[in-house]
């Protein structure tokens, strides 16, 4: 007989029922509390997932823009890896799908975002091919711009809707939540204290949960916008921006280390530093930058160290200013480098240098073979291993030095010098002394080198010179050649570049300058010296038979005077006098020829004693009335004069020379004066006249030796007054003149006073 449970049983298996009752309601609103978290889980993934999309479909925009500007195969390639992300992310994204709005929403973005990558990759396409931007700008702005707006209304209703689905998930968990614990405190009043602390944990628990998630979805909202910032920054720096971490391997290396270094991006991520540094100073350096990275100082700007040198990929050093700065993340540290190649600059400083040492040496001597010599020496010092100096004589040319940084090669050099040059074969310096122009050859082949010689012997020599790289210019102006210089590169490696070549005019023109001074200075030596001989012939070879002259007609005279009665003697004396003043005008202009020779060789005799000035003008006066004529000679002295230091026969030829020209050039019925008055520690002379006066420009001439004034007037040389002024800058004066056209000149010289 089947037998129902008992009250007692029943009251003992009601709080199991309750229990077991309570057990499955809480196993039941766990999995409805489960499914609310992972629907919110999904959800913010979602809209996590959204806004790293949103966030690459803006660096994409930003990188084709950046393209577009300016075509880089390194930008291409970060272009192509944007778009895969971007795909990447919108896969996950379908993958996730819960609604349908979703895959709409979804769906749209995936349309707008390949019609900007069909307009953009077509814009990119003609830009690599080479249109200019100018071109695509109206496709830019009427087809991607537009396409553009499209995607960003698609991604923020994306947005949106990610963002709404998560809030609608957080409110539905809340709720679940909250009705499982007024479910808990009736269905298990015994348990009501464990299910308290599970719900308090659960809900402490969903909050940490849901914060973390926001604060996730910030960080990485603005991670994203600043990493996207940093590389763009980064890449169109011109400097050279490098970072390495805690074992000094390179994190980060920007297009313009790329372009400093020759290195790619991808060839030296990930290796040790030192491989950008010569040799010789990677261990110093390793050592440098493990104190900074361990020492209190944070950073250091550029140009508070000196210079550095890097190494390019091609094994060329090149010296650098650097700023280094520190960063901590984590516990660890992350140096960066920003470094910037100032090799152009201080090449530029060193062919300044080169070319005031050489304008030094230069202007420092007129033999211009041993200026040029000194030149080469300094050339091989800096900007040659090799350097010849080719000089044009006539239909010839030799080398007047070669000159080598080596010395001991002096016995190649002699032997390259010694041998003769036919100006009609090839040599090296051929083609720029029959162009006239500048040569250069980067890179000298040996079929080149072989063009160059005249002979195996020639060629010989300069396959021991072993040039590499080779340039030329020339010497000369634009009426004729001189020369050349020749600069050649062997063991240094030194490949020449047109900067080089822009140097090495610059050396040329200032060479080309102190040889054609030179050769003038020599030219005008030879006059000097040519001039020096006539003049001793004059005073020699002309003065004897003009004495022989002057002595036997006043033998005639004195014989005519004294027959006494002859009628006719009249006429023939007349002649004699004409003779004896003729020699006379003679004598005294190859005195002056004399007196300009002794000025220029600094012989001209000078003997002082004080002189009476009074006595000196009224001699002057009187010397000069037989010239007078009629014109006044007036002498003009006010009160009391001291004496000067002068040499009287030398001052009285000053005398001479002023009044013959004053008393020459006054018309009939001037005025002529003579006289002078105290100024200070000397005695200022004076002639004053009333005749025609001078312009400026013969003002500007007056003192020139041979110059005259009126080119028809032939009674001078035009010395006079040169002699003068030579006189007077002996005595320790100075000659000046004052004239105005129609109003006369005053001549005005100084003499010390005597004691």
Same mark, same amino acid.
């Given at each position: 007989?089947?037998?129902?449970?008992?009250?007692?049983?029943?009251?003992?298996?009601?709080?199991?029922?309750?229990?077991?009752?309570?057990?499955?309601?809480?196993?039941?609103?766990?999995?409805?509390?489960?499914?609310?978290?992972?629907?919110?889980?999904?959800?913010?993934?979602?809209?996590?997932?959204?806004?790293?999309?949103?966030?690459?479909?803006?660096?994409?925009?930003?990188?084709?823009?950046?393209?577009?500007?300016?075509?880089?195969?390194?930008?291409?390639?970060?272009?192509?890896?944007?778009?895969?992300?971007?795909?990447?992310?919108?896969?996950?994204?379908?993958?996730?799908?819960?609604?349908?709005?979703?895959?709409?929403?979804?769906?749209?973005?995936?349309?707008?975002?390949?019609?900007?990558?069909?307009?953009?990759? $077509?814009?990119? +396409? *003609?830009?690599?091919? =080479?249109? #200019? /931007? &100018?071109? @695509? !700008? %109206?496709?830019?702005?009427?087809?991607?711009?537009?396409?553009?707006?499209?995607?960003?209304?698609?991604?923020?209703?994306?947005?949106?809707?990610?963002?709404?689905?998560?809030?609608?998930?957080?409110?539905?968990?809340?709720?679940?939540?909250?009705?499982?614990?007024?479910?808990?405190?009736?269905?298990?009043?015994?348990?009501?204290?464990?299910?308290?602390?599970?719900?308090?944990?659960?809900?402490?628990?969903?909050?940490?949960?849901?914060?973390?998630?926001?604060?996730?979805?910030?960080?990485?909202?603005?991670?994203?916008?600043?990493?996207?910032?940093?590389?763009?920054?980064?890449?169109?720096?011109?400097?050279?921006?490098?970072?390495?971490?805690?074992?000094?391997?390179?994190?980060?290396?920007?297009?313009?280390?790329?372009?400093?270094? $020759?290195?790619? +991006? *991808?060839?030296?991520? =990930?290796? #040790? /530093? &030192?491989? @950008? !540094? %010569?040799?010789?100073?990677?261990?110093?350096?390793?050592?440098?930058?493990?104190?900074?990275?361990?020492?209190?100082?944070?950073?250091?700007?550029?140009?508070?160290?000196?210079?550095?040198?890097?190494?390019?990929?091609?094994?060329?050093?090149?010296?650098?200013?650097?700023?280094?700065?520190?960063?901590?993340?984590?516990?660890?540290?992350?140096?960066?480098?920003?470094?910037?190649?100032?090799?152009?600059?201080?090449?530029?400083?060193?062919?300044?240098?080169?070319?005031?040492?050489?304008?030094?040496?230069?202007?420092?001597?007129?033999?211009?073979?041993?200026?040029?010599?000194?030149?080469?020496?300094?050339?091989?010092?800096?900007?040659?291993?090799?350097?010849?100096?080719?000089?044009?004589?006539?239909?010839?040319?030799?080398?007047?030095?070669?000159?080598?940084?080596?010395?001991?090669?002096?016995?190649?050099?002699?032997?390259?010098?010694?041998?003769?040059?036919?100006?009609?074969?090839?040599?090296?310096?051929?083609?720029?002394?029959?162009?006239?122009?500048?040569?250069?050859?980067?890179?000298?082949?040996?079929?080149?080198?072989?063009?160059?010689?005249?002979?195996?012997?020639?060629?010989?020599?300069?396959?021991?010179?072993?040039?590499?790289?080779?340039?030329?210019?020339?010497?000369?102006?634009?009426?004729?050649?001189?020369?050349?210089?020749?600069?050649?590169?062997?063991?240094?490696?030194?490949?020449?570049?047109?900067?080089?070549?822009?140097?090495?005019?610059?050396?040329?023109?200032?060479?080309?300058?102190?040889?054609?001074?030179?050769?003038?200075?020599?030219?005008?030596?030879?006059?000097?010296?040519?001039?020096?001989?006539?003049?001793?012939?004059?005073?020699?070879?002309?003065?004897?038979?003009?004495?022989?002259?002057?002595?036997?007609?006043?033998?005639?005279?004195?014989?005519?005077?004294?027959?006494?009665?002859?009628?006719?003697?009249?006429?023939?004396?007349?002649?004699?006098?004409?003779?004896?003043?003729?020699?006379?005008?003679?004598?005294?202009?190859?005195?002056?020829?004399?007196?300009?020779?002794?000025?220029?060789?600094?012989?001209?005799?000078?003997?002082?004693?004080?002189?009476?000035?009074?006595?000196?003008?009224?001699?002057?006066?009187?010397?000069?009335?037989?010239?007078?004529?009629?014109?006044?000679?007036?002498?003009?002295?006010?009160?009391?004069?001291?004496?000067?230091?002068?040499?009287?026969?030398?001052?009285?030829?000053?005398?001479?020379?002023?009044?013959?020209?004053?008393?020459?050039?006054?018309?009939?019925?001037?005025?002529?004066?003579?006289?002078?008055?105290?100024?200070?520690?000397?005695?200022?002379?004076?002639?004053?006249?009333?005749?025609?006066?001078?312009?400026?420009?013969?003002?500007?001439?007056?003192?020139?030796?041979?110059?005259?004034?009126?080119?028809?007037?032939?009674?001078?040389?035009?010395?006079?007054?040169?002699?003068?002024?030579?006189?007077?800058?002996?005595?320790?004066?100075?000659?000046?003149?004052?004239?105005?056209?129609?109003?006369?000149?005053?001549?005005?010289?100084?003499?010390?006073?005597?004691?």
């Amino acid at each position: 007989m089947h037998r129902f449970p008992s009250t007692a049983t029943t009251m003992v298996l009601i709080p199991v029922l309750i229990a077991v009752g309570a057990l499955l309601l809480v196993l039941r609103v766990g999995r409805v509390e489960q499914g609310a978290l992972r629907r919110y889980d999904i959800a913010s993934g979602q809209a996590f997932e959204a806004e790293r999309l949103n966030a690459e479909s803006e660096h994409l925009g930003r990188m084709a823009r950046g393209y577009l500007l300016s075509p880089n195969p390194l930008m291409r390639e970060e272009i192509e890896v944007s778009i895969r992300q971007f795909d990447d992310i919108l896969r996950r994204m379908l993958g996730a799908i819960q609604t349908p709005r979703e895959r709409e929403l979804l769906e749209e973005s995936a349309r707008a975002e390949a019609r900007i990558r069909s307009i953009a990759l $077509g814009l990119i +396409a *003609l830009r690599h091919r =080479g249109a #200019p /931007l &100018e071109q @695509l !700008l %109206p496709r830019v702005t009427g087809e991607l711009q537009p396409a553009r707006d499209v995607l960003d209304e698609k991604l923020q209703a994306l947005l949106r809707y990610e963002r709404g689905e998560m809030e609608d998930a957080r409110h539905q968990a809340g709720e679940v939540t909250g009705g499982a614990v007024r479910v808990y405190l009736l269905a298990v009043p015994f348990a009501v204290g464990i299910l308290v602390a599970q719900a308090v944990l659960t809900m402490r628990e969903f909050r940490r949960r849901r914060e973390a998630q926001e604060e996730a979805e910030r960080n990485a909202a603005e991670r994203a916008a600043s990493e996207a910032q940093f590389a763009g920054i980064i890449s169109i720096a011109a400097d050279a921006i490098i970072s390495i971490d805690e074992a000094q391997r390179i994190s980060i290396f920007n297009s313009g280390a790329e372009a400093i270094f $020759g290195y790619g +991006a *991808l060839e030296v991520l =990930g290796k #040790p /530093l &030192e491989m @950008l !540094l %010569p040799e010789r100073f990677r261990a110093h350096h390793h050592q440098f930058v493990q104190a900074f990275a361990e020492g209190a100082v944070e950073s250091r700007r550029m140009g508070a160290r000196r210079l550095i040198f890097g190494l390019r990929k091609n094994g060329e050093e090149f010296p650098a200013e650097a700023a280094i700065s520190r960063l901590r993340l984590d516990g660890k540290y992350i140096l960066t480098v920003i470094l910037r190649d100032v090799s152009a600059q201080k090449r530029v400083e060193e062919e300044q240098r080169f070319l005031v040492r050489a304008g030094e040496i230069l202007s420092s001597s007129l033999e211009h073979e041993r200026t040029l010599s000194s030149v080469a020496q300094l050339a091989v010092q800096s900007l040659a291993d090799w350097c010849i100096v080719y000089l044009m004589e006539g239909e010839q040319v030799r080398r007047s030095e070669v000159a080598h940084r080596n010395p001991g090669k002096q016995v190649l050099a002699a032997a390259v010098q010694s041998i003769r040059l036919d100006v009609h074969q090839p040599f090296l310096a051929r083609e720029v002394l029959v162009r006239r122009e500048p040569v250069l050859i980067p890179h000298v082949t040996a079929e080149q080198l072989a063009s160059m010689a005249q002979s195996p012997e020639h060629l010989g020599l300069l396959q021991q010179l072993d040039p590499r790289s080779f340039m030329g210019v020339p010497l000369g102006t634009n009426e004729r050649i001189l020369g050349a210089l020749v600069f050649v590169a062997s063991e240094s490696g030194r490949v020449y570049i047109e900067g080089d070549l822009e140097f090495a005019r610059g050396l040329g023109r200032l060479a080309s300058l102190a040889v054609e001074n030179a050769r003038s200075y020599q030219a005008a030596r030879r006059a000097t010296q040519a001039r020096d001989e006539v003049l001793g012939i004059v005073a020699h070879d002309l003065r004897s038979p003009l004495s022989a002259i002057v002595l036997g007609t006043q033998m005639l005279q004195r014989w005519l005077r004294a027959r006494s009665g002859a009628a006719d003697d009249g006429p023939a004396l007349e002649v004699l006098g004409k003779i004896v003043s003729s020699a006379g005008r003679m004598n005294r202009l190859i005195d002056d020829l004399l007196d300009v020779a002794r000025m220029e060789a600094g012989q001209l005799s000078i003997s002082l004693a004080p002189q009476p000035t009074e006595a000196l003008l009224r001699e002057a006066r009187e010397a000069a009335r037989p010239q007078d004529g009629a014109v006044h000679l007036e002498l003009e002295v006010t009160g009391a004069l001291p004496p000067v230091l002068a040499d009287r026969d030398r001052l009285l030829q000053v005398f001479s020379n002023l009044l013959g020209n004053a008393l020459k050039f006054t018309p009939p019925g001037g005025r002529v004066s003579v006289g002078a008055r105290e100024e200070g520690s000397h005695v200022c002379f004076f002639v004053r006249d009333t005749g025609p006066g001078l312009g400026p420009e013969a003002l500007a001439h007056i003192f020139d030796r041979f110059w005259q004034g009126a080119r028809g007037d032939r009674r001078g040389a035009g010395l006079g007054l040169s002699i003068a002024r030579g006189i007077v800058e002996a005595h320790g004066g100075k000659m000046r003149v004052e004239s105005e056209p129609g109003r006369g000149s005053t001549f005005l010289y100084t003499v010390p006073v005597a004691g």
